[in-house]
């Protein structure tokens, strides 16, 4: 599995200079390729973030994540999301996970990580819990 410039250049440009919100990978089964499925502008939101995923298929997302401590600090931490919805295929599935260490390598600067197979595993609830 190779994960393409645009993946690691999107991040980055998430991480650094805070232009995307968010980012949907996906990998291309015939390329053995992950790439770059949808970003999110630095106007939207996590709502946006779990509209955009497929109800049927696994996606990868990266989530930067604003927030004001208890003691009025504003930070912001970065979650990997790994995105596997029962409605799957199994061969996707098993792609996905296998597939996931490579790409989290790649992508440093990642504070947490979320598993998911249905959005009430990913609700902004949740997010905000691991942040905190």
């Known amino acids: 599995m190779w994960v393409t410039d645009e993946c690691k250049n999107s991040f980055m440009e998430m991480k650094w200079k805070k232009v ?8 291309d089964e015939k390329s053995r390729l992950v790439t770059v ?12 973030l779990a509209a955009s995923l497929p109800t049927d298929d696994c996606r990868y997302a990266v989530f930067d994540f604003d ?3 208890v003691d009025n600090c504003r ?4 979650f990997f ?20 260490d490579g790409l989290r390598r790649v992508l440093d600067g990642i504070s947490y990580e979320v598993q ?14 691991k942040a905190n």
């Open 81 to 100: 999301i790994a995105w596997s919805p029962t409605a799957s295929r199994i061969r996707a599935k098993m792609l996905y996970a296998t597939s996931k």
């Open 116 to 129: 998911a197979t249905d959005p009430t595993e990913m609700g902004i609830d949740v997010i905000k819990d």
């Open 37 to 48: 499925d949808k970003v999110g502008g630095p106007g939207e939101n996590y709502d946006d």
């Open 67 to 69: 927030f004001v401590t």
């Open 75 to 78: 930070k912001s931490k970065i």
């Open 20 to 27: 995307h919100r968010y980012i949907v990978f996906k990998i």
